[in-house]
């Protein structure tokens, strides 16, 4: 059966504002608006451009509480209310961002309790190109350079959106918003982003690739 919209963005909203990944399907195009809101204040939620799990959390209380006796009005209200939150936010950031780019260093996902995971052998990973791995719960972009491997983390450091490789342009794009990463996790923009996290990577003796992940 089918997923309803009005259930679907809801969902999706939900597992934002939890931290959770994206994945997002071409129909969700029609709800870009409330998507973009809701993704904008869950990027906040780590470090000096993050909100505080108390607001995300009351935020999060305050979507469940809304009417459900009809949608238009729900998703109004769904997009007026991430609207507002999302313009606080912007504003207590307004001060950071006139200051111009700030140069941030990329930092290494290294998991508590976490393990080696074989992602492939060295052949598997043409040069020039990045490919997509997972490593348990870590997903990366893994890029060969001659006998050498790099991997980055496969979220946006923007919005928490799965990166997609773009082969024709050779770089790493968010679906949410358009903005795209170097395969070493710099970010292409005139305003540059965060970088992306780095991930854990290793050859080992045998040719194998593997990936630190948990």
Not at 96 to 102: D, T
Not at 132 to 140: F, H
Not at 164 to 193: I, M, Q
Request: aromatic share 6%; hydrophobic share 40%; net charge positive.
């Amino acid at each position: 059966m089918s997923e309803k919209p009005e259930n679907r963005l809801e969902r999706i909203v939900s597992d934002l504002m939890r931290g959770r990944r994206l994945k997002l399907r071409p129909k969700d195009a029609e709800e870009k608006e409330a998507i973009i809101m809701a993704a904008r204040l869950a990027a906040t939620r780590q470090g000096p451009q993050r909100m505080s799990p108390a607001f995300r959390q009351a935020l999060g209380r305050q979507i469940d509480a809304m009417p459900r006796d009809g949608w238009v009005s729900r998703r109004t209200a769904l997009v007026a209310g991430l609207g507002i939150a999302a313009g606080t936010v912007g504003g207590l950031l307004a001060g950071r961002g006139l200051e111009g780019p700030q140069t941030v260093a990329a930092k290494e996902i290294v998991p508590d309790g976490g393990e080696w995971f074989p992602v492939g052998t060295l052949e598997d990973f043409p040069i020039g190109t990045a490919r997509q791995v997972r490593a348990g719960a870590i997903g990366a972009f893994v890029t060969r350079t001659d006998d050498s491997v790099l991997a980055v983390s496969s979220i946006c450091s923007d919005l928490p959106c799965e990166l997609w490789w773009d082969a024709k342009h050779s770089v790493l794009a968010c679906p949410c918003h358009n903005k795209t990463f170097s395969t070493e996790g710099r970010s292409n923009e005139a305003y540059p982003l965060p970088p992306l996290d780095t991930v854990k990577v290793r050859i080992t003796a045998e040719g194998r690739v593997e990936v630190f992940g948990i």
